[in-house]
């Protein structure tokens, strides 16, 4: 059994469509950020971080998307979630994944939580007014030059598709303009009409 | 033969360690920031990020350190440079490298890179104060709750050796007290003894 802490509307739901995905017996624990529960004494045990998704396993407590995206590829080969025979497959999967969470994620991140990185109010604005600029170029990037399509790592649906998915949730808030990277949009609205997508976003809904 | 295209001073040292640490066959090629070289036409054809590191391999390019450190390790297994078989410590493997790249990098890069999330001087400003801070959090939870030493993963040597001391270069130009993080300091120093480490820093220097 696995246990996965997330939040409605966070990253963490990318780890949970992947456990769907993978068949996994898993149970759910809802982090509340409105109470900041991420905060509090017994969250902080799980993950001293304060932040989601985490995940216990019958190993140990792992956090960050791009780890336990892969821990569940490959605690469930049979589900084909990753290439994880094939280094140089594996390798350019990873470098997807690592680059949503150290570039485009955290670009996004600068329309939210400027109060990570700066103190100023007008610093915050000034952050949440170049969001469209640096999260845009990074979905630029993925449309021209990274996604392969129909999957975005080529015909093969691997764990970089529900970690994309999840962000994409978030583009039209962050002020991109969805004309501009098609591919991205066609591929969040195919991953949205998969059962076990719709089976999870159900599952963080109802939780 | 791999192809390591680097810049002294940045991340990519952590892959040109392992690199030496698998006594891989590499040639390297600099990337002169200075020159801006990182946006010319020819580096824009290698790593269309326009940063380092990109490693040109056999099979195609590759991009982002936790990708191509783990690429490095398997392509190398006799070098035992990640618990490559055991999904979970693998895992927690990737969890510190993930950490590195999407939290404390980029705390770090508030310092200099300000004008990847802002525009306004005052707000690199208020960035580059907020530094210690935040690189120091960073630092902090390594310290107290991610290393275990004597390596970082604990008594094995790995691929996040290299990447932790990489980094913890520029702790002290970002304000952080290098007395707070006595482990963290003890480890750099004892990476800095290895004389794989010296040979991939004199290669930069005199490349």
Tied chains: 1, 2.
């Excluded at 509307?9 to 992947?18: E, Q, V």
């Excluded at 993978?22 to 902080?44: H, I, M, N």
């Excluded at 915050?124 to 990274?146: H, N, T, W």
Aim: hydrophobic share 40%; net charge neutral.
């Amino acid at each position: 059994m696995l246990t996965l802490y997330y939040a409605a509307h966070t990253c963490s739901l990318a780890s949970h469509i992947a456990l769907v995905d993978a068949g996994a017996k898993y149970e759910l624990k809802r982090v509340d950020f409105g109470k900041t529960e991420q905060r509090s004494p017994a969250y902080l045990s799980v993950n001293p971080k304060a932040r989601v998704p985490a995940m216990v396993t019958p190993c140990g407590i792992l956090t960050e998307t791009p780890a336990m995206l892969v821990f569940i590829a490959q605690s469930f080969p049979k589900a084909r979630l990753a290439p994880i025979n094939d280094p140089f497959a594996f390798a350019e999967l990873q470098s997807f994944n690592s680059y949503l969470c150290s570039t485009l994620h955290v670009a996004h991140a600068h329309r939210m939580r400027g109060h990570r990185w700066a103190d100023d109010p007008a610093s915050f604005a000034d952050m949440q007014r170049k969001v469209p600029q640096s999260v845009g170029a990074c979905y630029e990037l993925i449309e021209s030059r990274m996604f392969r399509g129909p999957w975005v790592m080529g015909d093969s649906y691997t764990i970089a598709d529900p970690y994309l998915f999840t962000l994409a949730q978030w583009l039209e808030d962050d002020g991109v303009k969805p004309t501009r990277i098609p591919r991205v949009i066609d591929h969040r609205f195919r991953m949205a009409e998969r059962p076990n997508v719709k089976k999870a976003i159900a599952e963080e809904i109802t939780e």
